[in-house]
């Protein structure tokens, strides 16, 4: 079946703008994750949701990041007033299972930041 | 808090040589061990996965022990394939569902 699917996959912006970047779980995951991964890193957790519920969002850098998955499926991840330190690639992953259990991966989006 | 560390890259190995990939945690209670990766272009996939002590997780001719007296969880294959470079990353799962990965290691295997 179709895996994680992310839209962009790559999003240049210019300093000061603000960017959305979606996902797509696989079909009835319960629970789904954003990850953050620098250049040259491992990824970094973000945020966490079972179904529309954001249980975790410790991972969050600033309040420029704000998550939501608003009926329980897509998830986006929107960034106001991007700087430079937010150039990563992005992740999403989700889980068939309420806890714990095997992340499935998206191939991530790439944002620039000019 | 919990973190995990791995030994550091690139490793170049040739063809049917063996490999370890070493890997260290620290962490409270009783987590769950993983190994990633990311082959060139690809996104991240799990090679295998352990969850509780003395655990050995296997797949595609890798293996690792989870050992907790030594808090270590090594990545090791008896004959890698050209096939197998990509970026291995190690991780853990603790209390709260999300993973701590580490750095990440690239391996290189010449034919």
């Known amino acids: 079946g179709a895996g994680v699917s992310q839209s962009p996959r790559y999003k240049v912006a210019k300093r000061g703008q603000d960017v959305a970047l979606r996902c797509d779980p696989i079909?009835?995951?319960?629970?789904l994750f954003w990850y953050q991964q620098a250049l040259g890193q491992g990824p970094e957790f973000l945020t966490y949701?079972?179904?529309?519920?954001?249980l975790d969002k410790s991972g969050l850098p600033s309040d420029r990041f704000f998550a939501e998955r608003p009926e329980g499926s897509v998830s986006t991840l929107k960034i106001q007033r991007t700087q430079q330190e937010d150039s990563a690639v992005y992740l999403c992953?989700?889980?068939?299972?309420w806890g714990g259990g095997e992340q499935y991966f998206g191939p991530g989006t790439r944002l620039t930041v000019t | 808090g919990n973190s995990v560390t791995q030994m550091e890259g690139p490793v170049t190995l040739s063809e049917e040589a063996f490999l370890t990939i070493n890997c260290t945690y620290t962490?409270?209670?009783?987590?769950?061990l993983f190994w990633y990766v990311q082959y060139p272009g690809e996104g991240l996939q799990l090679l295998l996965k352990?969850?509780?002590?003395?655990d050995k997780g296997s797949n595609k001719g890798f293996e690792a022990t989870y050992r907790k007296e030594t808090t270590s969880f090594h990545l090791e294959k008896g004959s890698v394939q050209v096939s197998d470079s990509a970026v291995y990353f190690c991780?853990?799962?603790?209390?709260?569902?999300?993973?701590?990965f580490g750095a990440g290691t690239i391996l290189r295997v010449k034919s």
């Open positions: 949701f079972q179904n529309e519920a954001q």
């Open positions: 991780a853990l799962m603790g209390y709260g569902n999300k993973l701590v």
């Open positions: 352990a969850t509780k002590a003395d």
């Open positions: 962490a409270t209670g009783y987590p769950s």
């Open positions: 079909s009835g995951h319960v629970s």
């Open positions: 992953a989700s889980s068939p299972l």
